[in-house]
Nanobody, 120 residues
Framework: QVTLVESGGGLVQAGGSLRLSCAAS????IGWFRQAHGKEREFVAG????????YTADSVKGRFTISRDNAKNTVYLQMNSLKPEDTAVYYC?????????????????WGQGTQVTVSS
């Protein structure tokens, strides 16, 4: 059974930083998604099974960085220079795809989400 547990969300002022963690029950390709109230879910960043390939959406490029510690089966999303429009529930998701970053429909397992709120 695949389990994913997100942590690290919270309230931060604009310009601040947060680091989200996604602890997985095994080693998978991981993606971070977010969903703001009333908006569609957005794919923010992804990392391959090995960690050698990453993807970052244009909306967060240069501010967010995805990384992983395979010894801990944990993936991180470092979020810097946060903006109020980054406010959302952030979810991590897992895919069994190997060798590349998984695309949206390939993520079969989801965490419960963690709220990130950025005040202006």
């Amino acid at each position: 059974q695949v389990t994913l547990v997100e942590s690290g969300g919270g309230l931060v002022q604009a310009g601040g930083s947060l680091r989200l963690s996604c602890a997985a029950s095994g080693r998978y390709a991981i993606g971070w998604f977010r969903q703001a109230h009333g908006k569609e879910r957005e794919f923010v960043a992804g990392i391959s099974w090995s960690g050698g390939i990453t993807y970052t959406a244009d909306s967060v490029k240069g501010r967010f960085t995805i990384s992983r510690d395979n010894a801990k089966n944990t993936v991180y999303l470092q979020m810097n220079s946060l903006k109020p429009e980054d406010t959302a529930v952030y979810y991590c998701a897992a895919s069994t795809i190997q060798g590349r970053v998984a695309s949206g429909p390939q993520y079969a397992y989801w965490g419960q989400g963690t709220q990130v709120t950025v005040s202006s």
